[in-house]
């Protein structure tokens, strides 16, 4: 069994996201192959349930699977993915971890607990938390597999591969090496070239409106964070923190993640001191990264079709 790592989708766009633009390797997917029609794609026509909670990732996510000629239906917390389990029969779940109102690790046991005798639907954990405890917590519940956010296209096709033709049953002891992610100045260099070419070279539209959801969701999150800061919502704090380390980890603003990553501690350990620093770090450096994506933003409108 294969332990996957991410980025995925437009959070991350940036980041690992698809596939390397040097020259291609055994484990990564060509231009052409992301381009396929769905004609070619051997997952043409295979439905696929997405259970994320953060915007920016459903629509990476979404326009990911598009590629492989897959039919993607979204859920953002736990509770529609049950509901859609009800009414819909797909092949493979791709289940976000840690959402509000019921998070993937619940939803999982309840379905496993719920599903028909000798039935065994594939659900794959996504997650920024690399750790071998929580790929453990994951497969302990009836997730078949993990992938580590953000993720890369080849990594996608290869746990699609895998697990919608015949999927073995999950370990009792698994083990995994996480990947660290790479820190970045502002932004990773190559992740808008890879998010353009997810889209679509020529989909500037959809290109544009993937970076304003990025910038739209992330101010939200942020003026929510502060707010939780000032409250001493220790609860609050770890469950933005974590949604603002999946959008920048979409986009490889790698100072971003770090950031995240303490202020996520912080409120793991419901130890709020020095919070306030670490706030104005995240602030300033979201500040850097709009003004970068603006300045793409615009040269993205006066050239629509330039390649980045």
């Not at 932004?187 to 739209?216: I, Y």
């Amino acid at each position: 069994m294969q332990y996957l790592q991410k980025p995925v989708r437009l959070q991350q766009l940036f980041g690992s996201l698809f596939f390397e633009t040097t020259k291609p390797t055994a484990d990564s997917v060509s231009r052409e192959q992301i381009g396929r029609p769905e004609s070619v794609s051997p997952f043409a026509g295979r439905r696929v349930l997405v259970v994320e909670d953060n915007l920016v990732n459903q629509q990476v996510t979404f326009h990911q699977l598009k590629q492989f000629g897959i039919k993607s239906d979204i859920a953002s917390n736990g509770r529609e993915a049950l509901s859609a389990l009800q009414k819909t029969t797909y092949d493979l779940v791709f289940m976000d971890c840690q959402m509000p109102e019921l998070d993937g690790y619940e939803a999982t046991r309840l379905y496993r607990q719920s599903e028909a005798a000798g039935a065994h639907l594939p659900i794959i954990a996504l997650s920024a938390n690399a750790y071998p405890e929580n790929q453990k917590r994951c497969l302990d519940v009836g997730m078949g597999d993990f992938i580590s956010k953000p993720v890369k296209p080849s990594e996608l096709e290869r746990v699609m591969k895998e697990w919608m033709s015949n999927p073995p049953p999950p370990p009792s002891n698994p083990e995994a090496t996480p990947r660290s992610v790479q820190s970045q100045p502002i932004l990773d260099p190559a992740a808008l070239t890879r998010l353009q070419m997810m889209v679509g070279e020529n989909n500037s539209e959809l290109f544009l409106e993937m970076v304003d959801l990025f910038l739209t969701e992330n101010a939200l999150s942020l003026s929510k964070l502060t707010q939780a800061v000032q409250e001493q919502d220790a609860t609050s704090v770890l469950k933005l923190a974590h949604r603002l380390r999946g959008s920048s980890l979409q986009f490889g603003a790698g100072l971003m993640v770090h950031l995240c990553q303490a202020i996520e501690q912080k409120g793991r350990e419901t130890n709020l001191d020095g919070l306030e620093e670490l706030l104005n770090q995240l602030k300033y450096e979201f500040e850097q990264v709009q003004a970068v994506l603006q300045d793409v933003k615009k040269e993205t409108n006066e050239n629509p079709h330039r390649r980045r």
